[in-house]
């Protein structure tokens, strides 16, 4: 409660008898924005009970363990001699500490008085009732106090954000700690939501979860703000270290897909936007996918935690690195000089990495499937060993291989489709072999191209067939049946049979 006392003063006055004390150091930190400031003495370890504003001439009468506040009738400074009578009555009293107001100056006697009475002496700028109020809270320790503290770490949190720096992250999550008097950190947690209070984001990905070393009242209050504050400046970070290379990354899919005739131009745009095209490249394709059900795919907020995953892993690396999301897949492309030994192998290396901390980010069913291209030199080259790539997953993929790390055999059937991929008009002439498929709509034409993939790879074996695609001999008989009429031709003329299986393999990684 306030009663009055003295012609210049208030003085707060609480139930020492219900209530704890707290620690004159806490008191001091917590209050770094009244300007409070250690003159003389160790804060450590002493006790402060209560709080209370009095004028120079009651100091006498202050509660013993009270944190005093020295008022003067004016706003002159006190003097010397008024401060040396302040330090006598507040050691008489037993007081915790003085706070003098305002910027004040000790002198040798008063330090010396200081410290044979065990005295703390503060100064602090703010307005006496101001200071009494804040500290009132913190001594009661109830849901004024927690609210206090609270508000004071969002403020020296804002306030480390505005600051800027080179490691943002860090400013802020100390400010936070120092505010609050409790240690907060980042914890990376698998599974959490961005829809969870204490989530740490990177626009909708979460990196992790704000944590701190005990929970109390002010920590629950004030642990969202912070999480909210540091996920900004995440995604600020983000943007700052990784959104020239995810813009390059767009470049990179255009490049992959577009016609032979814009490779040139392309190439131009992507040196221009700081893409090495000079370099050699070697590309790994990923694909995610749940056994037993390829229809189904990642959404897309996790394609985009998958990418961030990615480029977090290989940002301190030497080589250069970029990833790309297509659809739902994944394309990880390092580049290094040419002739640079071992460069698919590091590769290989990183990937694995990946899919494992991957395995963290998705559900256990998931599998990814990798393939991974030869080192080619050049734009051209980029591509070359993109195409590769993704022939070697979707190889994996159509053959029932899911979660395998596939490389490209660049001497067998692989590198004769990459030359037909490269040709626009091969890929019309192998499509219109397949057309008749297509009339039965997208979802039915992808199941029939892969069915009969399937068969004509296993040359004409319903069992192998069957066994790649986990169905019954009889289901892919009915299969092959019903694609055989619907394409008119004889699948058993070689001519023909060489026809479709080229076709069919085109057509899996083609695109569209």
Do not use: K
């Given at each position: 409660?306030?009663?009055?006392?003295?012609?210049?003063?208030?003085?707060?006055?609480?139930?020492?008898?219900?209530?704890?004390?707290?620690?004159?150091?806490?008191?001091?930190?917590?209050?770094?924005?009244?300007?409070?400031?250690?003159?003389?003495?160790?804060?450590?370890?002493?006790?402060?009970?209560?709080?209370?504003?009095?004028?120079?001439?009651?100091?006498?009468?202050?509660?013993?363990?009270?944190?005093?506040?020295?008022?003067?009738?004016?706003?002159?400074?006190?003097?010397?001699?008024?401060?040396?009578?302040?330090?006598?009555?507040?050691?008489?009293?037993?007081?915790?500490?003085?706070?003098?107001?305002?910027?004040?100056?000790?002198?040798?006697?008063?330090?010396?008085?200081?410290?044979?009475?065990?005295?703390?002496?503060?100064?602090?700028?703010?307005?006496?009732?101001?200071?009494?109020?804040?500290?009132?809270?913190?001594?009661?320790?109830?849901?004024?106090?927690?609210?206090?503290?609270?508000?004071?770490?969002i403020e020296a949190v804002s306030r480390a954000a505005?600051?800027?720096?080179?490691?943002?992250?860090?400013?802020?999550?100390?400010?936070?700690?120092?505010?609050?008097?409790?240690?907060?950190?980042?914890?990376?947690?698998?599974?959490?939501?961005?829809?969870?209070?204490?989530?740490?984001?990177?626009?909708?990905?979460?990196?992790?979860?704000?944590?701190?070393?005990?929970?109390?009242?002010?920590?629950?209050?004030?642990?969202?703000?912070?999480?909210?504050?540091?996920?900004?400046?995440?995604?600020r970070e983000s943007q700052d270290r990784f959104g020239?290379?995810?813009?390059?990354?767009?470049?990179?899919?255009?490049?992959?897909?577009?016609?032979?005739?814009?490779?040139?131009?392309?190439?131009?745009?992507?040196?221009?936007?700081?893409?090495?095209?000079?370099?050699?490249?070697?590309?790994?394709?990923?694909?995610?996918?749940?056994?037993?059900?390829?229809?189904?795919?990642?959404?897309?907020?996790?394609?985009?935690?998958?990418?961030?995953?990615?480029?977090?892993?290989?940002?301190?690396?030497?080589?250069?690195?970029?990833?790309?999301?297509?659809?739902?897949?994944?394309?990880?492309?390092?580049?290094?000089?040419?002739?640079?030994?071992?460069?698919?192998?590091?590769?290989?290396?990183?990937?694995?990495?990946?899919?494992?901390?991957?395995?963290?980010?998705?559900?256990?069913?998931?599998?990814?499937?990798?393939?991974?291209?030869?080192?080619?030199?050049?734009?051209?080259?980029?591509?070359?060993?993109?195409?590769?790539?993704?022939?070697?997953?979707?190889?994996?993929?159509?053959?029932?291989?899911?979660?395998?790390?596939?490389?490209?055999?660049?001497?067998?059937?692989?590198?004769?489709?990459?030359?037909?991929?490269?040709?626009?008009?091969?890929?019309?002439?192998?499509?219109?072999?397949?057309?008749?498929?297509?009339?039965?709509?997208?979802?039915?034409?992808?199941?029939?191209?892969?069915?009969?993939?399937?068969?004509?790879?296993?040359?004409?074996?319903?069992?192998?067939?069957?066994?790649?695609?986990?169905?019954?001999?009889?289901?892919?008989?009915?299969?092959?049946?019903?694609?055989?009429?619907?394409?008119?031709?004889?699948?058993?003329?070689?001519?023909?049979?060489?026809?479709?299986?080229?076709?069919?393999?085109?057509?899996?990684?083609?695109?569209?």
């Amino acid at each position: 409660m306030w009663r009055e006392t003295g012609e210049y003063g208030q003085t707060v006055l609480m139930d020492q008898l219900t209530r704890d004390s707290v620690d004159l150091r806490d008191v001091v930190e917590q209050a770094d924005r009244f300007g409070a400031r250690v003159l003389t003495g160790d804060a450590e370890g002493v006790e402060v009970l209560g709080v209370e504003m009095l004028a120079l001439d009651d100091i006498a009468r202050a509660a013993p363990g009270s944190l005093v506040i020295a008022t003067l009738p004016t706003n002159d400074a006190p003097r010397a001699y008024q401060i040396d009578i302040a330090v006598r009555r507040a050691i008489s009293a037993r007081a915790a500490a003085l706070v003098l107001m305002n910027d004040v100056t000790l002198s040798e006697t008063s330090r010396t008085l200081a410290h044979r009475g065990s005295l703390v002496v503060l100064a602090a700028d703010a307005a006496p009732s101001e200071l009494a109020v804040f500290v009132d809270r913190l001594v009661r320790r109830g849901a004024a106090g927690a609210l206090s503290r609270a508000e004071h770490a969002i403020e020296a949190v804002s306030r480390a954000a505005d600051a800027g720096g080179p490691d943002i992250r860090s400013a802020i999550l100390e400010a936070a700690s120092a505010a609050l008097g409790v240690g907060l950190r980042i914890e990376e947690v698998p599974g959490v939501r961005w829809t969870e209070a204490d989530a740490v984001c990177i626009g909708e990905v979460p990196i992790g979860r704000l944590v701190a070393e005990r929970d109390d009242p002010a920590v629950a209050i004030a642990r969202p703000v912070i999480a909210s504050v540091l996920s900004r400046a995440a995604s600020r970070e983000s943007q700052d270290r990784f959104g020239p290379v995810r813009s390059r990354a767009d470049l990179i899919v255009e490049l992959l897909f577009a016609e032979s005739s814009r490779i040139d131009g392309l190439a131009v745009d992507a040196a221009r936007a700081g893409l090495p095209v000079q370099l050699s490249h070697s590309v790994a394709w990923l694909t995610p996918r749940v056994p037993g059900e390829p229809a189904r795919r990642l959404p897309a907020s996790l394609v985009a935690a998958l990418e961030l995953r990615a480029l977090q892993l290989v940002d301190d690396r030497d080589e250069v690195w970029h990833v790309a999301a297509f659809h739902d897949d994944l394309l990880v492309v390092a580049s290094e000089e040419l002739g640079a030994p071992d460069h698919q192998r590091r590769l290989r290396d990183v990937v694995e990495r990946f899919v494992q901390q991957a395995a963290v980010l998705v559900d256990e069913e998931w599998t990814f499937t990798v393939g991974l291209g030869t080192p080619q030199g050049g734009a051209a080259g980029l591509r070359q060993s993109a195409t590769e790539a993704r022939i070697a997953a979707e190889s994996a993929v159509a053959a029932g291989r899911l979660g395998a790390v596939e490389s490209t055999d660049v001497t067998g059937l692989r590198r004769v489709l990459l030359d037909f991929y490269a040709s626009p008009l091969s890929r019309t002439l192998l499509d219109d072999v397949l057309s008749p498929l297509d009339a039965l709509g997208a979802e039915r034409a992808d199941t029939s191209v892969r069915t009969l993939l399937a068969y004509l790879s296993t040359r004409n074996s319903l069992v192998r067939a069957a066994e790649l695609l986990t169905l019954h001999p009889n289901a892919v008989n009915y299969r092959v049946r019903r694609i055989e009429q619907t394409l008119a031709l004889d699948l058993d003329d070689p001519d023909t049979h060489f026809a479709l299986e080229l076709a069919c393999r085109l057509r899996l990684v083609s695109p569209r």
